[in-house]
Each structure stands twice: as C-alpha cells, then as structure tokens.
C-alpha cells in the first residue's frame, strides 16, 4: 500500500509544470547534481560521452531522448528533427546503433496520421544506416494504437524496429503471442504507470508472476528478446527458464537503465550475458525521473541527501 501511495505521489509530480520548471533551473546544474545519477544530461554530446564509457565497460547501450505527451504538429515536428540529428550524431560516434522514442513525442496525441509519418521519417534516416529503434511503451491507453503503429510499419518492411511489452498489463500475455507470431523483438518491463485494477495487476506477486511467465513465452517463442528488469528475483527467474530450455546466452539479452543497480549491471556483465543500458537525456528529463523515484521509494534518500549536500 505505502509503495502504490509513493508511486501516485511521484506520478502527479512528474505532471507538476512547476517542478519541472525548477527542476530544470536547478536539477541538472552540476555534473554531481541528484538527477544525473539516472540522466546522463541534457545534450548529445553528454549521452554519446555516457554511451562510450558504457561501451568501455563491456556493456551496449540505446539512447533515449527524453520527451512525450507533444501537443501540437510543430512539437512533433521539432521532436523528429531532433531524433534524425541524434541518429546523425550516433552515425558519426564510436556507439552502438540503437535508439528508443515514445509515439506520443511523435504526435500520437496530436492524430495518428502525423505521428506515423515523422515515424517514417526517423526510421528512413535509421534503417540504411544500420540502426535498431526500439517504440516505448506509454501508459495503457496508449498501448492498442501503439502496437498498431508498430504492425503497420513492420508490415511495410521496416524490421530493424522492436516495440515494449509490461508486464503489470492483463492484457500483455496476448500481445506477446501476436509480436512472437510476427517475429517482432519484444522489451519486456514490470511497467512505470499508474494504472487501474480493471487494465493491470495492482499487486507486486501478480505483476512478478506475469513477467515470468511472459519471459518464458518470449524465449521460447520470441525473436531474440530483451528482458528488462533491475529485480534479482526477475533475473534468477529469467536465467533458470534458459537453463531449462538450453538457451545460450547469446540468444537474449538483459537490459537496465542508467544508474540503476550499476553492481547487477556489472555482474551480469561478468557473466557474458549481452547487457545494455537504457541512456536518457534531454531538457524533457523530470517527468522520467519522477517515475523512477516512484518505482524504488528507497532513491528517494539518496535525492534528499544530495540535496542536502548541494544546499551547503
């Protein structure tokens, strides 16, 4: 109960213009600021740097520029200008290929029409050079137009393209069956919204329990999948169902985000499973922050301490 309690607190902050407003004054001031910690910065230049240190450190990485909920064509337009110059930018640095956006920073709000085309726009900049861009996954009144957008563009030839799945989301078992059948490569998440009893599994047990069984929907069946989660208990789950069907390590692959369980990053690492790191920047960095304080109360402390250091 306390957790779903933080979780709406830190949800209906994330939607504060105010403290987006401060937070962008302030937040991002230092390089030892407490957002950094889960942003590698506002710039480009600052995600490319995180993405090689990554790369030094064995590990992938997907750069993710932060930014959703666009109100108008021109917000759309600029979003995918924005993400066309990334790829450019990636294209001509020393990383990974591998980029992550959200549909309604395309204009999913504005009307399908134009957020299907800007789609278009960034996958005919990324697919001749080589890149794999992964569609976010919103909140679930997002999701059916989601994977629809996502089945049009794959049906059309465009499959250097993956799409998320949440777990927390009764409906979730069924899409994995529709993206295995297709050969679609699926991220699968817990989920970092808010979301009604009658949509999703409100309860900790029931969404671990989903994950787990879809894991082993998507290894069996799935194009090699992406298994995002920062849960040991998750992780242990996922390598005993490989162990079971004899997977090698390569067939998978887990996946984090930035600054968070940097030692199971590195252990996993260790081990040879392929690793990436979710990297997010951009301006647009409070809203994602907030959710990942409402996902793990316990960050809350370290905010609060670095805070505290900052004021002195």
């Known amino acids: 109960m306390v957790s779903a309690v933080v979780r709406a607190a830190f949800t209906t902050m994330a939607r504060s213009d105010l403290l987006k407003r401060l937070a962008s004054r302030y937040g991002m001031r230092q390089p030892a600021s407490f957002a950094r910690r889960f942003v590698a910065g506002e710039s480009v230049d600052e995600a490319l740097a995180?993405?090689?240190?990554?790369?030094a450190s064995g590990m992938m990485s997907t750069l993710d520029l932060l930014g959703e909920s666009v109100t108008s064509a021109h917000e759309a337009r600029t979003a995918t200008r924005d993400y066309i110059s990334l790829l450019e930018a990636i294209a001509a640095a020393d990383v990974d290929r591998n980029i992550s956006l959200k549909l309604t920073q395309l204009g999913l709000d504005v009307d399908r029409a134009t957020c299907f085309d800007n789609l278009r726009r960034v996958l005919d900049v990324a697919k001749p050079a080589g890149f794999f861009v992964r569609i976010d996954m919103e909140s679930s009144e997002?999701?059916?137009?989601?994977?629809?957008?996502?089945?049009?563009?794959?049906?059309?030839?465009?499959?250097?393209?993956?799409?998320?799945?949440?777990?927390?989301?009764?409906?979730?078992?069924?899409?994995?069956?529709?993206?295995?059948?297709?050969?679609?490569?699926?991220?699968?998440?817990?989920?970092?919204?808010?979301?009604?009893?009658?949509v999703a599994f409100t309860d900790k047990r029931e969404v671990d329990a989903a994950f787990v069984e879809l894991t082993r929907r998507l290894l069996a069946g799935g194009t090699y999948p992406a298994i995002a989660t920062h849960d040991p208990a998750m992780i242990a789950a996922t390598e005993t169902v490989a162990r079971e069907r004899g997977l090698a390590r390569d067939r998978f692959e887990f996946q984090m985000l930035y600054g968070v369980r940097r030692d199971l990053q590195a252990a996993l690492t260790a081990e040879g499973y392929p690793f990436r790191v979710y990297v997010p920047f951009g301006r647009e960095w409070f809203p994602y922050f907030m959710r990942r304080l409402g996902e793990r109360p316990a960050n809350v402390g370290f905010v609060l301490r670095a805070l505290v250091r900052e004021g002195r």
Do not use: H, M
Not at 50 to 55: Q, T, V
Not at 155 to 178: E, H, K, T, W
């Open 50 to 55: 995180a993405a090689r240190e990554l790369r």
């Open 142 to 198: 997002y999701v059916e137009q989601t994977l629809d957008i996502f089945s049009t563009v794959w049906g059309i030839g465009y499959r250097d393209v993956g799409v998320v799945i949440q777990s927390c989301l009764r409906r979730s078992d069924a899409d994995v069956r529709r993206l295995n059948a297709l050969g679609a490569r699926v991220r699968l998440v817990k989920g970092a919204y808010r979301e009604p009893r009658r």
